[in-house]
């Protein structure tokens, strides 16, 4: 008989995909990145217990073109300064994704916000334009023009923040309790450079980050960097203080309780 494409994978195979995931060589992207300093209240506001705000309220917009070989990937963020347990960290409240394959990881095993968009990177001489754009609204945007390069800074390790959870079946609450999820990410850098410019924020009713407007520009930089991660659950969280924050994963929260029609296949 033919292999049946949908059955069970041998533990040859398996452990086959796992050594060829754990060897990944360094991949190099080109990024800007955006940091400014919000409303207190509003950066506070986004924060699901048990993350706490900084004495700072920043927001960082990242937006990232990866040349992949035969497979472009444009990856960006939008996240607000947080801490927890003594960690300084990123809480992200959007990951717009162009490929579904980065999605998948990301949202199933670390519980980060990812979603298909539209990301741009693009650089004309010293010109500089970076979008986070879905549902045909470029919600972020960052113009500029490079104005001197900047030292490379030494390796370091950064730490972002997720919860992850799935929803109950039966439409009432979570299937089990949700965690929290330390997120490490190891960043090395060989180019970095200052940018001079402005960011844009846009109204949407699907990615408010209008709602964290931009009181002082902190920094903009265009720099190429990569990055390798590994996540950790640190604790489990209550179910009913993260209920009313749900909506920040998806589009349409109530589209989490739509199931097909009975009897329907």
Known sequence: MARVRYGARTE???AAAR???SKLPDIWSTGVVAVWESDPDAVAAVLPPPLKP?????????VSKVDLPGYPLGAGSVAVAAEHGGVR???????PMTHERALIGGREVFGEPKKLGEVTVEREGLVVRAALARHGIAFVEVRGAVSGPLPV???TRKTDFYFKFLPAVD???FDADPVLVHCRRNEKVRKLERITGDVVLRESMYDPVADLPVRALVEITIGEKTTDQRGRVVERVSAQAL????????DDPGQILDGPPEGSV
């Open 12 to 14: 040859a195979e398996i």
């Open 19 to 21: 050594t060829a995931s």
């Open 54 to 62: 900084t004495e700072r309220p920043l927001v960082r917009a990242t």
């Open 89 to 95: 960290g990123w809480y992200p409240l959007v990951m």
């Open 153 to 155: 800074p030494e390796p």
């Open 171 to 173: 439409g009432e609450g």
């Open 243 to 250: 209920l009313p924050y749900i909506h920040q994963r998806y």
